[in-house]
């Protein structure tokens, strides 16, 4: 993650609550059934960041949905801008990792995210002081709507610095150290074979 980019800015208003999901719209993706679940949650507004082959259907699925935002592809910067606004990051994709998440992370925002995964990893969803979202069992849109409502009713939400916390575990300069530092050992170890 590049940290020295995406900061959190405390100036920023989190409120009314703007949810964020951003992502290549593919299927894998699952972006439409994000959208699908904030169209039962009309009190909630989504912006949706990205592009790619769904786009198409989701423009239809968002047509008569006032509280969601299609927004297309955006710069860093203004990515970076609705991650600092954002009540929280949505994210529904089974994936290996997931630089998306620990980005919105950087910039102190949780993620309410598919309990499998990469995100397992990159998101602390238990109790405690370091947490940093929520798991939702299953990619069902009632599934995600139930947990942008639990999301809300924590009776302690995730911290800006947790989140700040937990994304700085992936700094590029940090992975690039520990990387050269495994390697050299791993050389180590075949010299004195």
């Not at 969601?68 to 994936?95: H, N, P, T």
């Not at 610095?161 to 690039?176: K, Q, V």
Request: proline share 7%; charged share 30%.
């Amino acid at each position: 993650v590049d940290l020295e980019f995406f900061t959190p800015d405390r100036s920023v208003a989190r409120d009314p609550p703007i949810y964020v999901t951003a992502s290549r719209q593919v299927p894998y993706k699952r972006i439409d059934r994000i959208v699908e679940a904030f169209r039962t949650l009309p009190e909630r507004r989504l912006v949706v960041i990205g592009d790619g082959p769904q786009h198409a259907r989701l423009k239809e699925l968002v047509a008569d949905a006032p509280n969601i935002s299609l927004l297309g592809e955006l710069s860093r910067e203004a990515m970076r801008d609705w991650f600092r606004r954002a009540r929280a990051f949505v994210f529904a994709a089974d994936e290996d990792f997931g630089i998306v998440p620990l980005e919105a992370q950087a910039c102190g925002t949780p993620v309410i995210a598919l309990g499998q995964g990469g995100a397992l990893e990159t998101v602390n969803g238990y109790e405690g002081p370091d947490r940093t979202g929520q798991y939702f069992p299953d990619d069902q849109p009632g599934t995600i709507a139930e947990a942008v409502r639990r999301f809300e009713a924590l009776t302690v939400p995730p911290t800006a610095e947790a989140c700040r916390t937990n994304a700085e575990r992936f700094d590029a300069m940090g992975f690039r150290t520990a990387l050269r530092r495994e390697v050299e050992q791993g050389l180590a170890g075949l010299r004195s074979e």
